[in-house]
């Protein structure tokens, strides 16, 4: 096979997954309305195989925007309600003796599924969320010494309420940088706001949407956002981004946070229907993925203040 026909394959992949996704933020939008770009975060971190915080106030749509995205790609859905009595072995699952084998069987808890929705993730204690962490970074779970594999793909959507923050553990810096973006849905305008309304007499519009791609769709778009072109200046300048917000906060964007930026920006290249990454692409998920690793000491502004300045400040070669 010629250069020229590998170029070409590769072109075709980045359409067919750049299409699946594209597919999959309009289907979400027949429930979820408005909040596009939101939308296109979480896909583009789905694809870019990153795990999602969703902070907002209640009753504006997270568990919805779970499963909306499980179900526009046939995966496996499972949501754990986080609470302060939640133990470790709820999340991962317990070896349980059976009288009949006279063995211990295995009976796997809610994090073997697809996509996981860990709902009010502060409110459990830090323990029972380092289960929950430890998958996400490992991939695996580990039960009375024994190691499993949980499902590929394998997404994680957590919650935190933005309002009540009695009787809650807030998640430390070092797991807040395990998630790649840290989203918010926000309220709807008074227009959405109608619009949701007549969705939702009768039958809720989750109820009767229907999967646009299939699991597999979702494991050959992947394997095809990591094969996106990263170029040498490009990941320059992700590197300068992240220097800035270090020397200019008093804890800035580690190089995991790099990681997660470039791998996002591949996303987003994908989801525009390009096998390259351009630097619009970094700008555009910048601010998700790299607000909530940054910590900000008296008179430096918020986290997002960095950001905007490292935009605005940082070359672009």
Known sequence: MSDAENTAASDEAVREAGATARRVVGNVGEVIVGNETTVEHLVVA????????????????????????????????????????????????????????????????????????????????????????????????????????????????ATQNSVERDRTYELPAAELDRFGMKLSLGYPDEREEQEVLGRVVGDHPIESLDPVATTEELLTARATTAEVTVSEAVRGYVTRLSRYTRENAQLGVSPRGSIALSRAAQGRAVLEGRDYVVPDDVQQEAVATLTHRIRVGRGEGSPRDVVDAALREVAVD
């Open 46 to 157: 789905l694809l870019s195989r990153s795990h999602v915080l969703l902070e907002d106030v209640p009753g504006v749509g997270k568990t919805m925007l779970a499963r909306a995205i499980a179900t526009s790609f046939e995966c496996d859905f499972k949501r754990v309600q986080f609470t302060p009595d939640l133990l470790p072995s709820d999340i991962t699952g317990v070896n349980v003796f059976d009288q009949a084998s006279r063995e211990f069987e295995f009976r796997p808890g809610p994090i073997f599924a697809n996509v996981v929705l860990a709902d009010e993730i502060n409110r459990a204690p830090p323990k029972t969320q380092a289960a929950l962490l430890e998958a996400m970074e490992e991939e695996t779970v580990t039960v009375d010494g024994d190691t499993r594999a949980v499902p590929d793909p394998f997404f994680v959507v």
